[in-house]
């Protein structure tokens, strides 16, 4: 089994921060590509940012400039730098890990959810 768990969502000003983590634990032998997705009530949802093992990111258009990707290999750890938020910006935020498990099996694990809400 391996879970996601995230942290660090919250109600923010626009034009503010937030950084939201993601830890995976459980029966992980490695990870390959981790992202954030979001999801705004009554719109489907869509790839925010993501990065591989070896560090390359990718990201929406929406976020290029503001949001910085980030992980940490040792931590089983990503992160979501946002900066510069916006209401538009308001969304279930979901971790999402490509993980190979111990009996070397691929997953892809999706975490619980955390709620970014901008105020204008």
């Known amino acids: 089994q391996v879970q996601l768990v995230e942290s660090g969502g919250g109600l923010v000003q626009a034009g503010g921060s937030l950084r939201l983590s993601c830890a995976a634990s459980?029966?992980?032998?490695?990870?390959?590509?981790m992202g954030w997705y979001r999801q705004a009530p009554g719109k489907q949802r869509e790839l925010v940012a993501a990065?591989?093992?070896?560090?390359?990111?990718n990201y929406a258009d929406s976020v290029k400039g503001r949001f910085t990707i980030s992980r940490d290999n040792a931590k089983n750890t990503v992160y979501l730098q946002m900066n510069s938020l916006k209401p538009e910006d308001t969304a279930v935020y979901y971790c999402?890990?490509?993980?190979?498990?111990?009996?070397?099996?691929?997953?892809?694990?999706w975490g619980q959810g955390t709620l970014v809400t901008v105020s204008s």
């Open positions: 990065i591989t093992s070896g560090g390359s990111t």
């Open positions: 999402n890990a490509v993980v190979v498990t111990t009996t070397l099996r691929y997953l892809e694990v």
């Open positions: 459980g029966s992980i032998f490695s990870i390959n590509a």
